[in-house]
Every structure is written in C-alpha cells, then in structure tokens.
C-alpha cells in the first residue's frame, strides 16, 4: 500500500518538460532535417520539437543551430535559454552549437533595415552572452552597439533595450557612445545620459566636442540640455558663454542647462549675470537658479551684495537662493546680509523670508534663535516671526526679551506705530498658544 504523503514521479515533472522529454524520445535515431525544421517553426506545436532538436547531440550541428535559429524567431528566448544550459554538461558541444548560433545572428543583426528580425537577433545575441568567452563577449557586444549606435532611434528598442546593453558593457561601451552622441539630435539627450554613465574623462570630452559643434550648427533646447547632461567642463564653458551674450532664447537655453552641471567654476560667471540690473528678469532668475545648485559657501558669498539690491524682487530671490543653495548656513549669512534701511513690508517678509527659512524644518531654528540678539532689526524680526510660526515653549524666553524693543517698523502694512516689540508679543501668544495646545 502506498504512503499517503507518496507523489509519483509524473507529479513533479512540469507539463512542458514532460512534453518535451516525450518528443526528445521520439527524435532518438531519427535525423532531423533543414525542412522539418521549417515545417515545425511554423506550427503550433512545434516548438517542442524544436527545442528536442536542439538538446539533441545526435544531430548534426548545423541542424541543431537552425533550431536554436527558429525559437530565437518566434520568441522563445527563455526556453532556448534553458536548452543551451542543459547541453552544456559537455561544454565543447554548447560551445560549437552557441558560437554557430552567434555567427548566424550577427550576420542577422547586421542585415538591411532595423526590423523585428533584426531587433529579435540583437535580443538573442545579448541572451547569449552567458554562454560567451570573454573574448567573444566582448566582441559581441561591441557589435550590438555599433549596430544600435548607426539608428539609435530605431534600433535601440526590443525586449533587451540600447541602454539596459549600453549599460551592461559599461565602460567599454564609452567610446562608441562618445562618437555617436551627436548624430541623431532627436536623441542626444538619451545618449547624453549614457555617456555620463559610462564614459571616461576623456570619453565625455570627445563627446562633448561633438554636442558643442552641433550645437553650434543648430541650437536647440535638447542639444544644450545634452551639453548639460555629460557634466564636461569643456561643455560648461561653452554654456556659460552662449549665456553671457547673443540671442535671448539661446542664452536662456544655455541658462537651463548649466543648471544640470553644477560646479564652482559657473559662481562668479552667474553672480555677475544675476547682479546685472541691465539684463532681463527672467534671465536674471535663471541665473539665480543655476547658483542654487552650486552648494558652496562661496556661492552664499557671492550672492550677499544683492541682498542690497534696490528692485525688492532681485533682494527676495536673493534671500531664496541663499537657502536654497547653503540650508542654514545661507540662513545665517542671510539674516546677517539683510539690508536695514529698507522698511520691508508685513507680506512680503512673511512670503519671501520667513515661509522660506522655515523650510529647512527644525534644524534652521538654532541658527534663527541666535538671530534674536542681532543687532539688525530685520534680523530680529524675521527670528521672531519664524519662532512665532514653529517654535516651542523653550524660546519664550528670548521671545519675551524682545517686547520692549522700541524699533518702529515703517512700513505701513504692519500698522500705525508699530513696533518689533509689539510683533514679539504677538508671538509670544502664539507659542503659548501652541504649547498649551500640546499639551491637551
């Protein structure tokens, strides 16, 4: 009797290897020929016979490639997979079989056009590559990509795409992409990306090269975004040169894309761009915008000067920068810049300067709590506006020290006789407030 915990061997074998280990047997003794092989790939059941062919080792070579051939052609990638690594217990026979099939799919690959038959080669020939000496690896790999490179745009798709192979190859795929980023404009910001990822220094100059010629030629937003994207200083130079002069489109153009290659090179060049009250706002902005990428404290000392700018809205998008590029460090050389003989009014302190510190979340309070005791009144009041706003029970203290100050906001949105001191109260209630709030 048997054992209630027993399975039969049939109870284990998957239904498809069942299938394919029954053809496997019928094909033992019988050749396999050129024409059954056509006949089977365009049946409906014929890949099983198909792949039985190719795991069988009594058949000739060519036979068994042409099998190989036909699954690669009607998708079956992974099964093809599956039969070259059970062939490969006797690894000089996968080794003539996988080398046969590469030879016929290069071949393939290479044909006219850029088609499915083409792209289904390329696909196999990179499933292939476990199976691949290094030597032959790296040669077809090199092949793919030059392949792929001559029409990116067609060519690049497919289950295993341009990039996932680009990628794969890594830095010996560098000096392809480098000669080829540039030839198609509709695509080199794609292959821009590629080249940053795997280029050498020297890769990306070489690239870059050719991305600054064709931008040179026809200037476009995806040519100097691409300059951008390979992070060359080469490429930076040029940038920084269509933004100081020429066109408006080309230099905004220019503008947007030093913006993706940050370094302390673009801090003076930008600066004085964004200081220049003759130039036009938005590209003072953008200006503005490529200095809050460079996280540098010399950035933070370079945008100081226009904390004194007489235009409020160059004085704000200082004050905004200067955050944005240095956290609380720029908060603290903010608060120290802030010019005094202006009156500042009520909203814009709150939008432009308190709002925009309290970003930064808690780890700014130390460096606004400090700025209590400045000895500019603008200081102290955007400290006590930004503590009334988030801070605790723990700055009452220092809140409740300023309620005399006698300093007289001139501004008339802050109210007749306004005073630093009366705002403090003000915030001393709010946290009290919140603290009690808290407490509940």
Not at 285 to 308: C, G, I, N, Q
Not at 350 to 373: E, M, N
Not at 384 to 410: N, R
Request: proline share 4%.
């Amino acid at each position: 009797m048997k054992s209630k915990t027993s399975i039969t061997p049939s109870a284990v074998v998957p239904a498809a290897t069942r299938l394919l280990l029954a053809v496997l047997l019928t094909l033992v003794g019988c050749e396999v020929t050129p024409e059954k092989v056509e006949v089977w790939k365009n049946s409906v059941n014929g890949a099983p016979k198909l792949r039985a062919a190719v795991r069988d080792t009594g058949q000739k070579i060519d036979v068994r490639v042409l099998a190989a051939e036909a699954l690669v052609e009607l998708g079956h990638l992974g099964p093809l997979g599956e039969d070259l690594k059970h062939i490969g217990k006797d690894k000089a026979d996968q080794t003539k079989v996988v080398n046969a099939l590469v030879g016929k799919l290069m071949k393939k690959m290479k044909g006219q056009g850029s088609g499915r038959a083409q792209l289904s080669a390329k696909d196999a020939l990179f499933s292939l590559r476990p199976y691949l000496s290094d030597a032959k690896k790296t040669e077809v790999t090199k092949a793919m990509i030059s392949w792929m490179l001559a029409d990116w745009a067609r060519r690049s798709g497919g289950d295993h795409s341009g990039p996932k192979i680009v990628q794969a190859a890594g830095a010996a795929a560098g000096p392809a992409v480098a000669d080829a980023v540039a030839n198609d404009p509709e695509r080199v910001v794609e292959l821009a990306n590629l080249l940053a990822a795997v280029g050498s220094a020297a890769d990306k100059k070489a690239g870059t090269a050719k991305l600054i010629e064709l931008g040179k030629k026809k200037p476009s937003a995806a040519v100097f975004e691409a300059i951008g994207k390979v992070k060359d200083a080469s490429g930076r130079a040029f940038l920084v040169s269509e933004a100081q002069t020429g066109e408006v489109k080309k230099r905004q153009m220019a503008l947007l894309s030093l913006k993706l290659t940050p370094n302390p090179s673009l801090i003076k060049p930008m600066a004085a761009l964004a200081g220049n009250a003759k130039e036009e706002g938005e590209l003072r902005d953008a200006a503005f915008s490529v200095l809050e990428k460079v996280k540098k404290p010399e950035t933070a000392d370079a945008l100081l000067p226009m904390l004194s700018d007489s235009n409020k809205i160059v004085r704000y998008r200082t004050a905004e920068a200067l955050v944005s590029c240095c956290g609380s460090a720029g908060v603290a050389k903010l608060l120290g810049g802030l010019s005094s003989k202006y009156p500042y009014e009520k909203d814009d302190v709150k939008d432009y300067l308190q709002k925009v510190i309290q970003g930064l979340g808690k780890s700014v309070l130390p460096t606004v709590r400090k700025a209590l005791a400045s000895e500019s009144w603008i200081a102290r009041l955007v400290a006590v506006q930004v503590l009334g706003e988030v801070g605790t029970i723990s700055d009452l203290p220092g809140l409740q020290k300023l309620t005399s100050d006698k300093t007289k906001l001139k501004h008339e949105s802050w109210g007749k006789g306004a005073t630093l001191g009366a705002v403090a109260l003000a915030a001393v209630a709010r946290v009290k407030k919140r603290g009690a709030a808290e407490k509940k």
